[in-house]
């Protein structure tokens, strides 16, 4: 493994090429840091460590798509398989506040095992010794499928924002609103646990991915989750992202589950909360795009709950990357608020913890600066010394009521929760 710093050595050599029968790739991920990103089956998993750049503070967006740009310029790429994910791809997790103490990574796997349709393949990547060309690092060997480890449970305990205490910051959150200009705050709450130590997370991965297909489902640096939100794509020229905010349970049975989509997609408090996400990611996505349109709000299923949704596409007219667009976009309001500066003040003022990466993006980007970007939600970060924290937030507008607030932040964590359980 390299790092930023050691500059000697970014110079990247890396060959995809097509292989037969890849069945889960999940098996081809490291038991305790495995890098991930899957969503109904594809996507693409990695092992070891080629290349990690590090960034932390408010330029870590920008000082990472500068770095990456450096990156790809450099890099040597033969790609006979050319599709979305092939070539060279980093995996990044970037933390949510600007002044998080959670470091924002980007990291190219030394092997990358890769799904799409019916095409599967492997990609290789050394780093190459700027001063004569030579392979510094290289891994030849073949990707290796494991098996999983032992079964193991994690007990989660509140963490520094209690269920009681939560209501009250969230009671005292709509105080600010109605004193205040701010219309809209996300506030979080945190769950803490240990996991025993050598666990296999690809174990609660596998139940992730198998539980929420429809979510991303993402491993970066011990940042896990499965979330629902597509902070931004792009491909090709083309941009989309999926606006979530709105949040209600499933019902219990067919009728009273449909009775409860219809009322969300009615609900004003809902649909107010819902706009402030879509206002403000056509603002910030208007200016690198044009043809930038949205679907009308409509309820997305999920196994725990049921969101408002809506759709955005664009044509990128400036040649952003997508680390440009993260750049441009994060955070929205659906893991902040309205207006921004003012909900991060008072996210500031209530949320007693860090969030880390928690509402950061987390993603991949490969050469081109194509990629995909999620909002890390429903999800934990792992630490080194077995600690794990996972957290689950919600949007709070004038006439939110705590308790509600509560019970949607406990079917937020519902997916952590159950697969470490
Ligand atoms: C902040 C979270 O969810 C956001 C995304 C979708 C719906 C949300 C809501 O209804 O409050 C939140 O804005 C979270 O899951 O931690």
Known sequence: MVTATESRVRAL????????????????AEQRSPL?????????????????????????????????????????????????????????????????????????PEIIVGRRGSHSWVTRVSAVDAADGSDASARADDPVATAFGDDYRVTFRPGELPPAAFMEAVASAVRHISASDARKVVLARDLVGTVPSGSDLRRVLAELALGYPDCWTFSVDGMLGSSPETLVRSEAGTVSARVLAGTAPRGRDAVTDENVAASLSRSQKDLAEHGFAVQSVLATLGPHTTRLQNSQPFTLQLPNLWHLATDVEGVLHDGS??????????????????????ALTIIRELEPFDRGRYAGPVGWIDAHGDGEWAIALRCAQVDADDSVRAYAGCGIVADSVPAEELAESRIKFRPIVEVFA
Do not use: C, K, N
């Open 13 to 28: 050599r890396i060959e995809t090429t097509p292989v037969d029968g890849i069945r889960s790739l999940l098996f081809f």
């Open 36 to 108: 991930l990103w899957m969503r109904r089956g594809e996507g693409f998993a990695g092992a070891g460590e080629a290349l990690r750049l590090e960034f932390s503070g408010p330029t870590r967006f920008t000082d990472a798509a500068a770095a990456w740009a450096e990156v790809a310029g450099l890099a040597q790429v033969h790609d006979s398989v050319g599709l979305p994910g092939t070539g060279l791809v980093a995996f990044g997790t970037f933390g949510f506040a600007d002044d998080s103490s959670a470091t924002s990574v980007l990291i190219v």
């Open 321 to 342: 990357t997508s680390l440009d667009l993260v750049a441009a976009m994060h955070p929205t309001a659906a893991v902040a608020g309205t207006p921004t500066d003012a």
